[in-house]
């Protein structure tokens, strides 16, 4: 699955995305399971409640094998603390191992502790493995580069010069719809408008 949160209006909305292979024609399939709005502020426990709940919504929790987000803070958080046996956050106490003596023997833990710690958690989610998505990582790459980059002061200005040429562009084409077919006849294609999360762009 791939899932995005983004604002619009002042609103907050999660989208998700299922995307398997058919095992009959060997097709790759993709279908839409949520585009629904988020009340409050998308912090990791809010976002794991939510992507707990679509994939049980459809029954296919168990199908799922692997989430696509970007690199936003609190969906690596939800991941980290409730995916593949970090379902209870922050517990140190809570080890599931088994504890062997110098003579062999198994030694018996204490399970009392456990099984109240866990009882005492009620959000406990359950998340499949987590990747970071490879276009928003190039995209963070190529800005630090750019920054970088900026540092050098003869580079500093021909950048600034050709974009702001580019601006004046950008800025006409997505303003006139006169504008944005001439250039559409000139170069065959329309223009990409930078964007902090398009590294394409």
């Known amino acids: 699955t791939t899932a995005d949160v983004w604002t619009s209006r002042n609103r ?24 629904c709005r988020l009340l409050g502020p998308h912090t990791f426990d809010v976002l794991a ?37 970090h379902v209870i956050p922050n517990s140190d106490t809570i080890k599931t191992q088994l504890v062997q003596e ?55 200005k021909i950048s600034r010069i050709a974009l702001g040429k580019c601006s004046g562009l950008w800025n006409k084409a997505s303003r006139s719809t006169t504008a944005s077919e001439a250039v559409h006849d000139a170069v065959k294609f329309a223009l990409l408008v930078p964007n902090i999360t398009r590294w394409s762009s």
């Open 102 to 156: 110098d003579c062999g023997d198994v030694a018996f833990v204490e399970v009392g502790p456990i099984l109240n710690e866990v009882a005492s958690f009620d959000q406990a989610y359950m998340l499949p493995a987590h990747q970071r998505c490879g276009a928003h990582t190039l995209n963070l790459v190529a800005v630090k580069d750019a920054e970088s980059a900026c540092k050098d002061e003869k580079y500093k």
């Open 49 to 85: 409640g939510a992507l707990d709940s679509v994939p049980a919504k459809f029954a296919i929790r168990e199908k799922v094998v692997l989430t696509v987000t970007d690199n936003g803070s609190n969906f690596v958080k939800a991941f980290n603390i409730f995916s593949d046996g």
């Open 12 to 35: 907050r909305y999660l989208g998700v995305t299922a995307h398997w292979i058919d095992p009959v024609s060997l097709a790759r399939r993709s279908a839409a399971l949520a585009c």
